[in-house]
């Protein structure tokens, strides 16, 4: 309060002046703290009551990361764009949720699933719980061709970044390489 009081043009038996609550309200807004600031006047006689009415920007106190095995806890975060002390904002759950499922794709994991959960855990602070279930890493066994009668099935495999697993080696399943490798294989014919 005595941050939002120091910022303020207008004050307590000053005439009222419409331009500097206006002043007043975008100081305000330049604070960063607040989503949403309206200035109410209540006539009292031959006085004015001067209001200003203010959203808090909800923060979030806690990041929880549950379930994840495969992958440390730093480098999930490093994917997440929101963090302790930022703002909170409803509309990026989607953003994360995609930013974790590519980078468990990424590390050869296409099965995951990612839940999002925000709580209220005082009156502008949030706790985000991801909720990350790995399911098993996804490997390519083998890479057969069905109906290749112009080229050789080892010559499309000789064109493909996808390779297929061997021992330990290889055979990360990866949507993009795959959807290249289509490409390479229509260029060809």
Same mark, same amino acid.
């Given at each position: 309060?005595?941050?939002?009081?120091?910022?303020?043009?207008?004050?307590?038996?000053?005439?009222?002046?419409?331009?500097?609550?206006?002043?007043?309200?975008?100081? +305000? @807004? #330049?604070?960063?703290? $607040?989503?949403?600031?309206?200035? %109410? &006047? /209540?006539?009292?006689?031959?006085?004015?009551?001067?209001?200003?009415?203010?959203?808090?920007?909800?923060?979030?106190?806690?990041?929880?990361?549950?379930?994840?095995?495969?992958?440390?806890?730093?480098?999930?975060?490093?994917?997440?764009?929101?963090?302790?002390?930022?703002?909170?904002?409803?509309?990026?759950?989607?953003?994360?949720?995609?930013?974790?499922?590519? +980078? @468990? #794709?990424?590390?050869? $994991?296409?099965?995951?699933?990612? %839940? &999002? /959960?925000?709580?209220?855990?005082?009156?502008?602070?949030?706790?985000?719980?991801?909720?990350?279930?790995?399911?098993?890493?996804?490997?390519?066994?083998?890479?057969?061709?069905?109906?290749?009668?112009?080229?050789?099935?080892?010559?499309?495999?000789?064109?493909?970044?996808?390779?297929?697993?061997?021992?330990?080696?290889?055979?990360?399943?990866?949507?993009?390489? +795959?959807?290249?490798?289509?490409?390479?294989?229509?260029?060809?014919?």
């Amino acid at each position: 309060e005595q941050l939002v009081r120091s910022k303020l043009e207008v004050q307590a038996g000053q005439v009222y002046n419409p331009r500097a609550v206006s002043r007043d309200i975008r100081r +305000l @807004y #330049e604070l960063g703290f $607040f989503t949403h600031i309206k200035a %109410d &006047v /209540v006539e009292q006689g031959s006085k004015l009551d001067l209001t200003y009415i203010v959203t808090e920007k909800q923060v979030i106190e806690k990041v929880l990361i549950l379930g994840n095995k495969k992958i440390k806890d730093r480098r999930v975060l490093s994917t997440l764009s929101m963090r302790e002390g930022d703002p909170f904002i409803p509309e990026a759950y989607e953003e994360e949720r995609k930013a974790l499922l590519d +980078l @468990y #794709e990424g590390k050869g $994991f296409a099965n995951t699933t990612v %839940d &999002v /959960v925000a709580e209220r855990v005082g009156p502008s602070r949030m706790r985000l719980t991801y909720s990350i279930n790995e399911g098993k890493k996804a490997k390519i066994r083998s890479i057969s061709f069905v109906g290749n009668d112009v080229l050789s099935g080892r010559k499309l495999r000789k064109l493909m970044a996808t390779k297929r697993a061997w021992w330990f080696l290889g055979g990360k399943y990866e949507e993009d390489k +795959l959807e290249y490798d289509l490409q390479q294989i229509l260029d060809n014919y």
